[in-house]
């Protein structure tokens, strides 16, 4: 597979990606911000997914895979932070519902702020409202800066040059936020093991392509 930087805010970038597949697919067709994508290419033997190609008993006005973007595995969406424009915050990161639990999210995290580096911004920030979203953020060399956004998101942040230093009782601190909400038997379990390990190890920046280059 590859990464790859569609564009900026300023550029308008778009995608289709598959509201079955996808979370938060609908955010991805605004061209309000920036987009990055990891993409399967055929030449690795990473073929698209055509496990729901369309057939004949679909309805007249019902939109099939050649309506989407078939080749992406994971997207990222990003704009400059409101209040703070030396900041890059990513809104939105997706994962295609089969890929998930490969590490697709973490890299994409960890390219994105390499070519927000390249941009000029000092910072790279998320806010994630899940255990496997934080641990996702973590791996690409975010932590945790003790703060919460008001929809229960915790927000996370890191230079945009390099990983933040790892401090496992600040990463612990965050799981706990998670382990004080309602949580099933398998989540809890989950984060217990995952606050016993610590911080995981730090992915190193994919390689990809870009605009212009």
């Given at each position: 597979m590859e990464f790859a930087l569609l564009g900026w805010s300023s550029d308008g970038p778009t995608l289709r990606l598959d509201h079955r597949r996808f979370a938060y697919a609908g955010k991805?067709?605004?061209?309000?911000?920036?987009?990055?994508?990891g993409?399967?290419?055929?030449?690795e033997g990473d073929a698209p997914d055509t496990t729901g190609a369309p057939n004949?008993?679909?309805?007249?006005?019902?939109?099939?895979?050649?309506?989407?973007?078939?080749?992406?595995?994971?997207?990222?969406s990003f704009s400059a932070d409101r209040t703070d424009h030396d900041r890059l915050c990513i809104r939105y990161v997706t994962v295609r519902s089969d890929r998930r639990?490969?590490?697709?999210?973490?890299?994409?995290?960890?390219?994105?702020?390499?070519?927000?580096?390249?941009?000029?911004?000092?910072?790279?920030?998320?806010?994630?409202?899940?255990?496997?979203?934080?641990?996702?953020?973590?791996r690409a060399g975010f932590a945790f800066t003790g703060a919460e956004t008001g929809?229960?998101?915790?927000?996370?942040?890191?230079?945009?040059?390099?990983?933040?230093?790892?401090?496992?009782?600040?990463?612990?601190?965050g799981l706990d936020r998670y382990r004080e909400r309602e949580l099933d038997d398998e989540t809890a379990a989950e984060l217990a093991d995952a606050r016993a390990a610590g911080p995981p190890d730090v992915v190193d920046p994919p390689g990809g392509t870009e605009p212009g280059r």
């Open positions: 991805f067709v605004v061209g309000s911000t920036g987009k990055a994508v993409r399967a290419t055929t030449n004949t008993n679909r309805p007249p006005n019902a939109a099939v895979d050649t309506d989407y973007d078939d080749d992406v595995l994971a997207a990222a639990g490969e590490g697709l999210g973490s890299r994409l995290l960890a390219f994105v702020a390499a070519r927000a580096a390249d941009r000029g911004y000092d910072r790279v920030r998320i806010a994630v409202n899940n255990p496997a979203a934080y641990r996702a953020a973590y929809l229960a998101e915790l927000v996370c942040e890191r230079p945009a040059t390099r990983p933040t230093p790892r401090d496992a009782d600040i990463y612990r601190n």
